[in-house]
């Protein structure tokens, strides 16, 4: 089945190789770059456009699983000098300041850099068999987290940089496992008799995995999941090559199907295509995509008389709003912004108040009664391709007290 499935694929790539530049490309949705180790061994780079070609990283720098540091200015990535074992390096971006980060006669890869830039994860089997592995970025401090006769590989990070999932077939079959980067509280996520492979774990918390638990796919499919294992989804029907996937600002999955760079939108099932690749040869290839954060940011939040939209006063947080003192009951919130967001997410206490698309980017559309309580308000810009910019968040306290002969009365 493995090997059908490969020449499957490999048949395909050929017939794709004549038919690539008459693909209809899609204009890509989001800004950024994409790394990845090509068939012919060395790395390359590349704009998330379909019309920048890619170019070799540092001019021939041979290696594989590539990783993007958080912030888009290194690449950590693995490499094999005598086909036998590997080890990790990172690269700046540009291609310089090559260096190596574990010196081992065993098989250290599959990097993956944690959200929070501080550490990066990695599977290794120079203990006996293969671990999850973690180290500081600058290759230091290298601890193993797990401990078992069995394969325990391919981690990938919690948004918060706490945790990994990880695979392991350590109960029979492969399943998806979850540790504390302090090697505590090992988890199992899947329990299903055939193949369960981590994906991504997305910022909402959700673990993105492959699986073919379903008997009417002929190869695995991505299926989501509470990052505890409850609520498993599948999430695509059809899909034929899924490589370097990675969850999108916009709450939607990329991944690399073939030559191309596609985004699955989780919540129609849309399947899009974002940029084309490299078309000068057969092969597959390992990926990580880098999104360029957006520039938007909130500046202020006011509070607004929604009877006269006149501003009564700029919120700062842990102030206490008093309604016997304010100039009328209808409030409302108003979200400043750097520049020009496509819109403004504003929460209130967790829950999602309004989206707001034109300026002035407001809590309600008309007003709010606000009762005596304690509020938390988050206000979140978002670009025209959905990336969000840098939030704002506001906690404050409503009051109502009246002067009443003399003394403060408070309802
Ligand atoms: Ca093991
Ligand atoms: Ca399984």
């Known amino acids: 089945m493995k090997q059908v499935y490969l020449w499957l694929i490999f048949a395909l790539c050929f ?24 068939h012919d061994g060395y790395l390359y780079t590349k704009p998330l456009d379909t019309t920048t070609p890619p170019i070799k990283l540092g001019n021939g720098v041979r290696g594989d699983f590539p990783t993007w540091s958080p ?68 290759g230091s401090a290298q601890a193993r987290l797990t401990n078992h006769a069995s394969q325990d590989r391919f981690a990938v990070w919690s948004p918060n940089s706490t945790q990994l999932a990880f695979i392991s077939n350590r109960d029979g079959n492969a399943e998806i496992y979850r540790i504390n980067i302090d090697g505590s509280n090992l988890q199992r996520l899947t329990n299903y ?19 073919d638990r379903n008997p009417q796919d002929i190869i695995p499919q991505i299926y989501t999941m509470n990052s505890d294992g409850s609520n498993v989804q599948q999430a ?64 202020s939040l006011a509070l607004i008389n929604a009877d006269t939209d006149t501003s009564i006063q700029t919120l700062t947080s842990g102030s206490t709003l008093n309604l016997g003192t304010l100039p009328t009951r209808n409030l409302n919130i108003r979200a ?36 005596a309580g304690d509020y938390t308000l ?24 009246f002067a009443l002969n003399g003394q403060n009365c408070q309802f």
Request: glycine share 8%; proline share 5%.
């Open 15 to 38: 017939l794709m190789i004549n038919t690539i530049n008459i693909v209809q490309a899609q204009i890509a949705q989001l800004s950024g770059k994409i790394v990845f180790g090509w």
């Open 71 to 138: 912030d888009g200015t290194k690449i950590a990535f693995d490499y094999s000098s005598d086909g036998v074992y590997s080890n990790i390096y990172v690269i700046n971006s540009d291609g310089t300041n090559l260096t190596q980060l574990t010196h081992n006669t065993a098989i250290s890869g599959i990097p993956k850099w944690s959200p929070d830039g501080t550490h990066i994860a990695f599977t290794s089997d120079r203990d006996g068999n293969f671990e999850i592995y973690i180290m500081n970025a600058n």
């Open 193 to 211: 008799s055939g193949y369960d492979g981590v994906g991504a774990w997305s910022p909402s918390s959700l673990i993105a995995f492959t699986s």
């Open 236 to 299: 695509t029907q059809e899909l034929v090559e899924y490589a370097g996937w990675r969850w999108l600002p916009n709450g939607n999955i990329a991944f690399i199907d073939f030559l191309e760079l596609k985004q699955y939108n989780i919540q129609t099932n849309a399947i899009t295509t974002l940029a084309s690749f490299p078309n000068e040869g057969v092969g597959i290839g390992t990926y990580d995509i880098f999104v360029n954060p957006s520039n938007q940011s909130i500046t």
């Open 336 to 371: 400043d912004t750097s520049e020009s967001p496509a819109k403004v997410v504003l929460t209130l206490n967790s829950e999602i108040y309004s989206e707001d698309t034109t300026a002035p980017f407001m809590l309600a559309e008309q007003f709010i009664h606000f009762e």
């Open 378 to 401: 988050t206000a979140i810009p978002y670009d025209e391709h959905d990336v969000p910019g840098v939030p704002m968040t506001m906690a404050f306290g409503v009051v109502q007290r």
